[in-house]
Structure formats: structure tokens, C-alpha cells
T-cell receptor
Framework: DGGITQSPKYLFRKEGQNVTLSCEQNLNHDAMYWYRQDPGQGLRLIYYSQIVNDFQKGDIAEGYSVSREKKESFPLTVTSAQKNPTAFYLC?????????????FGPGTRLTVL | GQQVMQIPQYQHVQEGEDFTTYCNSSTTLSNIQWYKQRPGGHPVFLIQLVKSGEVKKQKRLTFQFGEAKKNSSLHITATQTTDVGTYFCAGPRSGGSNYKLTFGKGTLLTVNP
């Protein structure tokens, strides 16, 4: 059963700590994305990657970092430099074979920084 | 930069009433996509519209792409409680490729049974 997994579903961290959110896909998609969702704000793009070992900053990359060492994995690190990290984080993927005509989303991780 | 705006931000209806959400882009789009996010869930792709003036139906949902390819609408006939959620439109960023999308802020639909 192909899809995207994100873990954990809920994550609590103390202020000042870095935290890494996991995103794994077995859809064989080349492109992967991280979005942040806040109430009433829609989906804002943090980082995206079109191929392995390459990634680009999105609209709100400050305070975040990513890596793309494997096609299946695109972890997001929320650093202590992120001023307001409490949010719902969504990972997505899409395929150039389908002209990126649909983004598939994982279930999301809700991060709360105390 | 490109902006995609959706109205209304919220809509509350009685079950059985119709619902419409509108999406407007600041630039001409090569295509537009619609997603639905149930409360507590993640966005799920509904449909893509490509042609000017295109109309597509999925059961009680009707999607329309404007003639100028700068606006779109989603209309739900006779809403049901299962329609509750946030509906997002999304368009490709400048360049036309769907590789990067700009999402609207969404319309949250609540349905009173």
C-alpha cells in the first residue's frame, strides 16, 4: 500500500531544542515538499526537493533545515532559530511522470513547543 | 509575486443547502487543482482543471475554471455532513509547471445537521 508516512503524529519539545520531523514515501516520487499550516493561513512552503541531494528554500525557510540523501526520505529539522515553531507540518510528494499533477500528502505532525 | 485568493474564508450551512467557494489568481494559470482537508486530516487531491471554461463534476461537486484561466469555483449541491472540511485551490507558480504550487488559504465549510 503506497503512501507517505510522517512520524510522530504529535510532538512536544521545549523551547530552544532542535527537533527533526520524519517523512518517508514509497510512491517512488522524485519531488518532495514540506509545508507549514497555521489556522487560517493555508499551506506555506518551507522547503522542496526535486531530486536526491538537491533541495531549495521555499517561502518560509528561515529556522528550518532539510536533507535529501535518499529518494524515499525528506526529514525536516526545526531549529531553535525558528521564532514560532508550533504548527502543523505536512510533507508531500509528486511525480514528474505525472507532470506533478497531484501532490500526495502525509498525515502530518503537530508540533508544540513549550 | 503570484497570489491565490479564496473566498469566503468560512461558510456555515444547514445540511441540504448549497455551497460555493471561489478562487482567484493574480496571474493566468495553466491549470488549477482543488484539495479537501477533513478536520484533523491532511489535504487530499480532488481534481485538476486545465482548459479555459472547463466544467467537471464529481457527484454533487461541480468545478469550474474561468474563461480567462484566472479564477475557479467549487460548488456543492445539497451539502451533507460528510462535506465538512477545508477546501483549497492551488495553482502552479510562474513558469507553468506544477512542480511548485501556490495554495489559497482555503474555505472552511461546516454543515449543521
Amino acid at each position: 500500500d503506497g503512501g507517505i508516512t510522517q512520524s510522530p503524529k504529535y510532538l512536544f519539545r521545549k523551547e530552544g531544542q532542535n527537533v527533526t520531523l520524519s517523512c518517508e514515501q514509497n510512491l517512488n516520487h522524485d519531488a518532495m515538499y514540506w509545508y507549514r499550516q497555521d489556522p487560517g493561513q493555508g499551506l506555506r512552503l518551507i522547503y522542496y526537493s526535486q531530486i536526491v541531494n538537491d533541495f531549495q528554500k521555499g517561502d518560509i525557510a528561515e529556522g528550518y533545515s532539510v536533507s535529501r540523501e535518499k529518494k524515499e526520505s525528506f526529514p525536516l529539522t526545526v531549529t531553535s532559530a525558528q521564532k514560532n515553531p508550533t504548527a502543523f507540518y505536512l510533507c508531500a510528494s509528486s511525480s514528474p511522470q505525472r507532470n506533478y499533477n497531484e501532490q500526495f500528502f502525509g498525515p502530518g505532525t503537530r508540533l508544540t513547543v513549550l | 509575486g503570484q497570489q491565490v485568493m479564496q473566498i469566503p474564508q468560512y461558510q456555515h450551512v444547514q445540511e441540504g443547502e448549497d455551497f460555493t467557494t471561489y478562487c482567484n489568481s493574480s496571474t493566468t494559470l495553466s491549470n488549477i487543482q482543488w484539495y479537501k482537508q477533513r478536520p484533523g486530516g491532511h489535504p487530499v487531491f480532488l481534481i485538476q482543471l486545465v482548459k479555459s471554461g472547463e466544467v467537471k463534476k464529481q457527484k454533487r461537486l461541480t468545478f469550474q475554471f474561468g474563461e480567462a484561466k484566472k479564477n475557479s469555483s467549487l460548488h456543492i449541491t445539497a451539502t451533507q455532513t460528510t462535506d465538512v472540511g477545508t477546501y483549497f485551490c492551488a495553482g502552479p507558480r510562474s513558469g507553468g509547471s506544477n512542480y511548485k504550487l501556490t495554495f489559497g488559504k482555503g474555505t472552511l465549510l461546516t454543515v449543521n445537521p
